[in-house]
């Protein structure tokens, strides 16, 4: 017996066309990492805050929207030009590209659209440094550190000079101008970021060496050397953390808690170091995902 397909109404034309409209949207925003981007916002608010000596509101709303547009931008630009590697590794594969969510096009016109306004938003509603600044942490990640990755271990050093510019960023949207304060904390971010992407390196070794991607627990496989530079960096961190007080950004406050989350953070960098497990890798990962914003909030309070 003929079946009769029942016909499709306009109602059902305009959801199917919703659900569309809104995979496609999600898809855009998944680009953009927000995780990521607000834990540079949250860097740069913090910078700012520090900066000033009365905080403008206005000016720090529009500062926080240019770098989390730039920031944007800069994720969305590194999935276009890694979507070939992304496809190789289980933990990206289900991103927009490599599943085929959008196409490398739209990607490639969101990602230049994105950074192009934050540039121009910052030059304008803030200052023109700021943007200078902004235009240098795009060109060196996406230029010198993400193709990097393909051919030295060295990448990791080399992209944490773009990592570290958020809460830079923030001060001189402040203040206008570069002081030590301003390096003071770039060192704190640049430093944090080893004992971070290292955790994660270690966490997807595997899927790193399939994609021929060049991050130390690859090409030391037995962890040794990435256990150490873990010690070593976080060690580093400690005191560096307390430079704040030296240059009166912050008080005793501060200092005796970013002493105890320095040593608390160092705990996990031992454990990580001396197991390599991706269990402690795991455990070193959220701990330092945990102490960058208490370490921030705490100067920020304790101005």
């Known amino acids: 017996m003929e079946s009769i397909a029942a016909p499709i109404t306009a109602v059902e034309v305009e959801q199917t066309k919703q659900r569309g ?7 855009y925003l998944e680009l953009t990492k927000p995780r990521i981007t607000f834990l540079v916002v949250l860097t740069a608010a913090a910078g700012f805050c520090l900066g000033s000596d009365q905080i403008d509101f206005l000016r720090l709303v ?27 590794m289980r933990r990206t594969q289900d991103r ?12 490639l016109v969101f990602g230049v659209s994105l950074s192009a306004v934050a540039l121009g938003y910052l030059a304008v509603t803030v200052n023109p440094l700021s ?33 570290a510019m958020p809460p830079f960023i923030g001060w001189v949207a402040a203040r206008g101008e570069v002081t030590i304060e301003a390096w003071v904390l770039f060192a704190i971010l640049f430093l944090w970021q080893f004992p971070h ?16 991607i060049k991050m130390l627990p690859v090409v030391e496989p037995e962890g040794r050397v990435t256990g150490q530079q873990i010690v070593v960096y976080t ?7 307390l430079l704040p ?7 005793s406050v501060y200092l005796i808690g970013a002493s105890v989350i320095g040593v608390v953070f160092l705990y996990y960098g031992v454990r990580a170091a001396v197991a390599r497990t991706t269990w402690q890798a795991r455990k070193l990962l959220l701990a330092s995902v945990l102490y960058l914003p208490i370490l921030f909030l705490l100067m920020v309070m304790n101005r």
């Open 21 to 27: 409209l809104s995979a496609s949207a999600g898809a």
């Open 96 to 107: 927009p590209l490599p599943s085929g969510k959008l196409t490398a096009r739209r990607a």
């Open 197 to 212: 992407f290292l955790a994660i390196a270690w966490m997807y070794r595997d899927d790193y060496a399939r994609a021929g």
């Open 235 to 241: 060690l580093l961190l400690i005191p560096v953390s």
């Open 62 to 88: 529009n500062m926080a929207l240019g770098v989390a547009l730039l920031s944007s931008g800069i994720a969305t630009l590194n999935q276009y030009i890694e979507r070939d590697l992304d496809r190789l």
């Open 131 to 163: 943007a200078v600044l902004g235009f240098a942490t795009l060109a060196s990640y996406l230029f010198i550190y993400t193709p990097l990755k393909l051919k030295t271990t060295l990448s990791t050093v080399l992209g944490a000079f773009p990592g």
């Open 245 to 251: 007080v030296l240059v009166n950004l912050a008080g």
